[in-house]
């Protein structure tokens, strides 16, 4: 077959596509990302969206196996000495979080698209680990809805208002680092335009 002749003739080109159908969703908390992938498992089942590990407890309606897997931290702690994480990070001070590495490369082994949410310091792991991921930060439509997005509930206290608009500063500042920048002026097109991004790195 041409594609087995190919393979074999430009070994090089091959492992680069697989690669780059790698897609990795960041941005700064609170932007919606989740909201983006969950439309996106939703509506693009061709995509395979990574289902991460983590220290967490579940919320009501989070599905083990589906949402995360939800482990205990000496689970965490093996799946980090077996080297089954492509990558992870403590997030908000808080839980631990990983990507599991073997459904990913199965699934780019079948020729699918992988789409993984997680945050900033995952995102630079997998830039590291995969030089040639497609690296995508969500950005919100202005600063103002951030801030919005970040304080809206005015349930946090003046401290924990500011520690938050900091962090979101530091986070903004990263978007220079991503291969794409997607406005999440609405959920449906932000979806649409990561999912465009999956067949034009397929290519
Ligand atoms: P939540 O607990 O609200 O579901 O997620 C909190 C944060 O953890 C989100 O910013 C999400 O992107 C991030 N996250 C989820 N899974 C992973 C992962 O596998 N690795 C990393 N580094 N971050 C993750």
Do not use: C
Request: glycine share 6%.
């Amino acid at each position: 077959m041409l594609s087995e002749w190919l393979d074999h003739r430009f070994p090089v080109l091959e492992p680069r596509g697989a690669r780059s159908r790698l897609l990795v969703l960041a941005g700064p908390t609170a932007v919606g990302k989740g909201t983006v992938a969950a439309y996106i498992r939703e509506h693009n089942p061709e995509i395979h969206l990574s289902v991460s590990a983590t220290t967490r407890a579940p919320r009501p309606g989070e599905i083990d196996g589906v949402h995360y897997y939800f482990v205990d931290d000496a689970e965490f702690d093996r799946l980090i000495a077996e080297g089954e994480l492509l990558e992870y990070a403590v997030v908000h001070n808080r839980s631990r979080y990983g990507t599991p590495r073997a459904p990913i490369d199965a699934a780019l082994a079948e020729g699918k698209t992988v789409l993984l949410e997680i945050d900033l310091q995952g995102a630079r792991q997998v830039r590291a680990a995969e030089p040639a991921a497609t690296l995508i930060f969500l950005l919100p439509p202005t600063w103002d809805e951030l801030v919005h997005r970040l304080v809206g509930r005015g349930t946090e206290d003046a401290e924990e208002r500011a520690r938050r608009l900091r962090t979101a500063k530091v986070e903004l500042a990263a978007q220079n680092e991503f291969d794409h920048l997607i406005v999440n002026e609405d959920v449906a097109t932000a979806a649409a335009e990561v999912v465009e991004l999956s067949s034009s790195s397929a290519r």
